[in-house]
């Protein structure tokens, strides 16, 4: 129940191979068929599965990494449980390239579970769809992922795609809930349980997804680039409680400096994409300052309900200054440490995370 891979791999074809053998690969983020396993690991990549199987960084077992120095690190090991020294394989993933290069993989696999369903909970307003994650979690229904879609990334994703979606001409938002099992009778009571639960909460409707609803919230980011070239992926995280305390300041922000925004979520894990789109024809310079200051007023308020910036995406380069600029100084003097131990001639992605002089 493992594998070992080179970081070429694509995660699709991990994830297609593991399923021949009855096996899961439960890493599953929205760009599985073209992203790689090592990009995976080095950016800890999030996605769907999250809320029960945790992000890239709980699906490893071990990593073979070269060293700035030129040292072969075999990090970690096939083991349930391990307290012999320092966590290594944890520290190269979501390192974003800056420790070392990954060169190999050993990822664990899961049984796969024969019994899904997934279910659109359809709902009228934003606040209603972001109170039911902590009710599914707190009702013991164990769900594999809970998105959320708004009703203009339902809209901007329909047109794209050329799709008529049951309530999106009503302005309804989407929340999709997948739940896996290995009973069929847990399964159809986890079903009911749920249908009951997003009714009390004032689902208008629900319905089982087909395989058009996977398509359009996967689509999404296509669906994005579309309208303009020039967007930007928001990724903050913030503890499942204060969702809609963040959410409901996004429409200010829109506002004050007229962006055009769509979002979606996992809201499972309290995972905020919000999309603002040049939908004005912005010049790259334009474009760039407006999202600066944007993110100027946007991360403090995330970090002050107890978030972070990204929960899956990284900081990069995009977000190198705001990242220095919201992260308490003790914590990026540990950063820059690290770096400059593992990499002392700043030969590995110099001016990502963190800038080193």
Not at 24 to 29: K, N, R, S, T
């Amino acid at each position: 129940m493992y594998a070992v891979c080179q970081t070429g791999v694509i995660t699709g074809d991990l994830q297609r191979e593991a399923a021949k053998h009855g096996l899961l690969y439960a890493g599953d983020p929205s760009s599985a068929d073209s992203s790689m396993i090592g990009g995976n690991v080095a950016n800890n990549a999030g996605g769907n599965k999250a809320v029960k199987y945790g992000t890239t960084r709980n699906q490893i077992y071990s990593l073979k990494v070269v060293t700035p120095t030129g040292d072969i690190l075999d990090a970690g090991a096939r083991l349930k449980k391990c307290s012999t020294g320092l966590c290594l394989e944890q520290l190269f993933a979501g390192s974003e390239g800056v420790l070392g290069i990954i060169t190999e993989v050993t990822v664990k696999l899961r049984p796969m579970p024969p019994y899904t369903f997934n279910m659109v909970c359809v709902f009228k307003t934003d606040e209603e769809a972001f109170a039911l994650p902590n009710k599914i979690l707190k009702a013991g229904i164990d769900p594999t992922s809970i998105e959320f879609m708004d009703n203009e990334a339902l809209r901007m994703t329909c047109k794209f795609l050329d799709m008529k979606m049951p309530h999106v001409d009503e302005g309804c938002d989407y929340v999709i809930v997948t739940v896996e099992s290995f009973s069929e009778d847990d399964s159809d009571r986890k079903m009911e349980q749920l249908c009951d639960l997003a009714e009390e909460n004032g689902s208008i409707d629900e319905f089982e997804a087909d395989k058009r609803i996977w398509k359009l919230r996967k689509q999404f980011a296509e669906a994005a680039r579309d309208v303009d070239k020039m967007f930007q992926t928001e990724d903050f995280v913030v503890p499942l409680d204060k969702i809609p305390d963040i959410t409901k300041q996004i429409p200010e922000l829109r506002e004050k400096y007229d962006l055009y925004c769509v979002t979606v979520a996992h809201i499972g894990d309290g995972n905020i994409h919000v999309l603002p789109l040049n939908a004005k024809g912005l010049s790259p310079e334009e474009w760039f300052e407006k999202i600066k200051a944007f993110h100027r007023d946007l991360f403090p308020r995330v970090y002050a309900l107890g978030g972070k910036m990204s929960g899956e995406h990284g900081v990069g380069f995009k977000k190198l200054e705001e990242f220095a600029l919201c992260t308490p100084e003790a914590e990026l003097n540990v950063i820059k440490a690290i770096k400059k131990a593992l990499d002392p001639n700043n030969i590995m992605n110099p001016g990502k995370l963190v800038q080193i002089c």
